[in-house]
């Protein structure tokens, strides 16, 4: 089990090769540019160009496929089972358009941060290999820290409130068998705790994965995981509508007045936060733009990144959208004003249990996937940042060959299984202190929505492009963000108000359901 060095890059002594065993820098730390003899001497083989990439790193090998993978684990998460609920506060008329528009707006906005991922030159100009990368090569100042703290810290939250989902679908298993042996007569109340710290032990062993480049056979399995959970509560809900003979649900969402499950009417004042926590639910069920360009970075080229992305984003978002309209309607129409915050762990089916199992085990497989998409880039760079400033410390840069049977050899590196382990520690113990999915999903969707889907791919796209101040394409642009920050700001006062009810009953670590 030998050492070696991730930050060191290759040196020539005296016309003789020392050789680097690891070709790419760790986390892609900077690889600085190699004089044409120095490539030469390093690199004699003629292939050298079909194993390495434009900038010296390893050859990329994400596709099309891949890419729609990525985003659609990404965007088909726990965000999938709030819409029924979030449908019943706005009603057959707006529940439907706001969905729609949030998509269009998805759309958009990607395509213009998948402009911004080389900088001048489409096809030949330098890479940004992060969200933050792109950020600083085409604003640059305080945006970069102000973009790397709200990513980070949505990213975070994001690995939260896929905890707090994964443990309520582990308890929904449990629950719909108690249910199913007692006939209903037992109402099967359980803590959440030892769910999340399972799910937790779970997340330690896959953050081991190295980078994001690995991670894509997780994204196949969690896409696949998440049209099969979407299609079994699509299936429940037809199967109701269809039993009961019409569609439930009113054009403006539940009224004022109708009582709730906790035995409370809904007053005006309750109405309107409800309905602006609708708005976050939504928005976070597309929050994806903050690891796009990650992803982006991940496909090979030719043809250009920004081609296959665009094309692999219009593909993903509408696929998602179809599937959200027909979950979320197919819920309202089931349930009405009474719909349940999560769909399939909401307990208004109770039958077959089996179905209602296969799709929880999916829910949990699918959040296992989503919980490392959206986790490694933030592991990327704290890891990058840390060794960059601990380049001498073994602990940080050494890597030790570990042999494992039927897999090959597993490089373990100190650092990232110690700070690693921490980090899915704490989202395990903040899950555990504030398990509220509704409110969680709506403060997280509101707080990325506007600064990472809309403001900073607009503001660097008009940069890039050099668009003057003014113009009606700079107008119609500004309309565009300006309109979705309100809608943020409403979307994070209603989700907020929704926490604080929720705490007037609440007591830490002894959340039962």
């Given at each position: 089990m030998l050492a070696r060095s991730r930050t060191l890059p290759s040196r020539i002594h005296h016309g003789a090769v020392e050789e680097r065993h690891d070709v790419r820098h760790?986390?892609?730390?900077?690889?600085?540019?190699?004089?044409?003899?120095?490539?030469?001497?390093?690199?004699?083989?003629?292939?050298?160009?079909?194993?390495?990439?434009?900038?010296?790193?390893?050859?990329?090998?994400?596709?099309?496929?891949?890419?729609?993978?990525?985003?659609?684990?990404?965007v088909i998460g726990s965000g999938v089972l709030s819409l029924a609920w979030a449908m019943a506060q706005?009603?057959?008329?707006?529940?439907?358009?706001?969905?729609?528009?949030?998509?269009?707006?998805?759309?958009?906005?990607?395509n213009l941060l998948a402009h911004c991922y080389r900088a001048g030159d489409p096809v030949t100009g330098h890479r940004n290999y992060t969200y933050m990368?792109?950020?600083?090569?085409?604003?640059?100042?305080?945006?970069?820290?102000l973009c790397g703290l709200i990513q980070y810290l949505n990213l975070f939250g994001i690995a939260i409130g896929y905890t707090i989902a994964a443990s309520v679908s582990m308890m929904?298993?449990?629950?719909?068998?108690?249910?199913?042996?007692?006939?209903?007569?037992?109402?099967?109340?359980?803590?959440?705790?030892?769910?999340?710290?399972?799910?937790?032990?779970?997340?330690?062993?896959?953050?081991?994965?190295?980078d994001f480049d690995q991670v894509w056979w997780l994204s196949i399995v969690a896409a696949i995981m998440s049209f099969t959970y979407s299609s079994v509560g699509l299936g429940l809900g037809l199967g109701k509508v269809a039993e009961s003979g019409k569609f439930k649900g009113s054009l403006m969402g539940i009224s004022i007045g109708t009582l709730t499950k906790a035995g409370t009417a809904v007053t005006a004042t309750e109405k309107m936060w409800r309905s602006l926590q609708a708005l976050g639910a939504i928005a976070f069920a597309y929050s994806f733009s903050i690891i796009l360009i990650e992803i982006q970075d991940t496909i090979r080229s030719p043809p250009a990144e920004h081609k296959t992305m665009k094309k692999a984003t219009l593909f993903s978002i509408t696929v998602t959208t179809v599937f959200y309209l027909l979950c979320g309607c197919m819920g309202y129409a089931s349930f009405g004003d009474l719909a349940p915050g999560n769909l399939l762990t909401g307990f208004g089916f109770y039958n077959p249990y089996w179905l209602l199992d296969i799709a929880n085990v999916a829910i949990v497989v699918h959040l296992v996937g989503a919980y490392q998409v959206f986790c490694q880039p933030l592991f990327a760079f704290i890891e990058k940042w840390s060794a960059k400033k601990w380049q001498k410390s073994d602990f940080v840069?050494?890597?030790?060959?570990?042999?494992?049977?039927?897999?090959?050899?597993?490089?373990?590196?100190?650092?990232?299984?110690?700070?690693?382990?921490?980090?899915?520690?704490?989202?395990?113990?903040?899950?555990?202190?504030?398990?509220?999915?509704?409110?969680?999903?709506?403060?997280?969707?509101a707080f990325g929505f506007w600064p990472l889907t809309v403001f900073f791919p607009i503001e660097m796209y008009i940069?890039?492009?050099?668009?003057?101040p003014w113009t009606s394409r700079w107008v119609g642009l500004q309309i565009i963000s300006v309109t979705c920050l309100f809608i943020s700001i409403a979307a994070a006062v209603g989700s907020f108000a929704g926490v604080v009810l929720d705490l007037k009953t609440y007591k830490p670590f002894k959340t039962s359901y």
């Open positions: 760790y986390l892609q730390v900077e690889v600085q540019p190699k004089a044409q003899a120095e490539t030469e001497a390093i690199n004699p083989l003629s292939n050298y160009s079909k194993c390495f990439d434009d900038d010296g790193r390893l050859k990329r090998t994400g596709t099309f496929w891949t890419a729609t993978a990525h985003i659609i684990t990404a706005l009603g057959w008329v707006a529940g439907p358009a706001v969905l729609i528009l949030f998509a269009l707006v998805n759309i958009y906005t990607s990368d792109a950020v600083k090569a085409n604003l640059g100042g305080r945006k970069v820290m929904a298993i449990k629950r719909s068998n108690c249910f199913h042996k007692s006939g209903g007569k037992d109402p099967c109340h359980m803590s959440s705790n030892g769910y999340m710290i399972t799910f937790g032990i779970i997340e330690v062993l896959f953050s081991q994965i190295p840069t050494a890597e030790y060959d570990i042999p494992i049977p039927f897999f090959g050899i597993y490089q373990l590196n100190l650092f990232r299984l110690v700070w690693r382990t921490i980090f899915v520690i704490m989202t395990t113990l903040i899950s555990m202190l504030l398990p509220f999915f509704n409110d969680v999903v709506g403060i997280l969707g940069s890039q492009k050099k668009i003057a």
